[in-house]
């Protein structure tokens, strides 16, 4: 089969198997949709809350919008199987997304210590149970929920429910395989792994040779996907490749970067990487930019885009200057002196 190929994860369909991994504070519906324009195949919400969702936060109901074009996926976080259930109703009912995935395997402390995210590695009794609340929750949905076009319409094709997991709590308990057969005995369609210890955080080498072995476990009965030091589209070939997994998913190489997804498929296809210049980049900063601004402001999308007009110019000519005067941007029409006027574009 060849590297890039369509996907199927229970009962959704994907043209390619190219995914943005969920990033908190960054995969929101603004930049999944300028990514779905270079090219991704499947985009991850950010990490939201269960509980804020049960409670009716309407902040947090914000996190649930789609992006212009994208299929995506609603990733979930929590420690108790009872709210996960509900807030996987309240997910089906608040949002169109096209899957649901279980979030088990978030580092940060502020997620571990409610025992939720990377800490259920430790607890694949609770995965499971987890996994199981939400399937449940999932397959017994009934009424009418929205598609992507916001038409009401029968529930009669359950979402499917994902996992993703990390290679364990750190070098002493690794624990991935474990944690995949409670997933897959509790009817999860799809596992994603990170292949780092909630100990390595971000830090250190991803070990592909553990998604091999997840690959095998499995065998086949759902779908792997792959995660962790994806930065080059060369990165992309070697996982896919040396893993046989069926898919990729690529998070912080991404940030101020969606033309990785181009540059990935055009590889993988071709053996060639398209070229990007600084004002294809800057533009395509913009788009995201006007998107935020509809979303949440202008003065709350500047605080954001300082930050990732920072990464949009990464690697170019003069990047350090303007990073310089990025952090004082305060109004669409500064970041349009500083990436426009001053850089000459």
Sequence with gaps: MELFHPVKIGNLNLNGNIFLAPM????????RSVCFKCGVDFTYTELISSEALVRNNQKTFLMLERGAEEAYAVQ?????????????????????????????????????????????????????????????AVQNFSGFRKDKNGILRPYDSPVPVTVKIRSGWDSKHITFLDCAQSALSAGAAAIALHARTTAQGYGG??????????????????????????????DAFNMLKETGCDGIMIGRAAQGNPFIFRKIKEFLLTGNVPEISLKESISMGFEEFNLL???????????????????????????????QKLVQACTKADFERILFTEAGL
């Excluded at 420690?79 to 649901?100: F, G, H, N, W, Y």
């Design 24 to 31: 908190a504070d960054y995969s929101d519906a603004s930049y």
């Design 76 to 136: 979930i976080f929590g420690s108790s199987p009872e709210t996960m259930a509900q807030a996987a109703r309240v997910v089906l009912e608040k949002s169109s997304c096209e899957c649901i995935d279980i979030n088990c395997g978030c580092p940060v402390p502020k997620v571990t210590k409610t025992g939720a995210g990377s800490v259920l590695t430790r607890e694949p009794e609770k995965l499971y149970e987890i996994t199981k609340a939400v399937v449940d």
């Design 205 to 234: 080498n991803a070990d592909w040779s553990q998604i091999r072995s997840l690959v095998d476990f499995v065998n086949g009965r759902i779908p792997v996907f792959g995660n962790g030091d994806i930065k080059t589209p060369q």
């Design 293 to 323: 601004i509809k979303a949440v402001g202008e003065h709350n999308a500047c605080m954001k885009m300082r930050g990732r007009f920072s990464s949009y110019i990464r690697g170019f000519d003069g990047a350090k200057e303007l990073r």
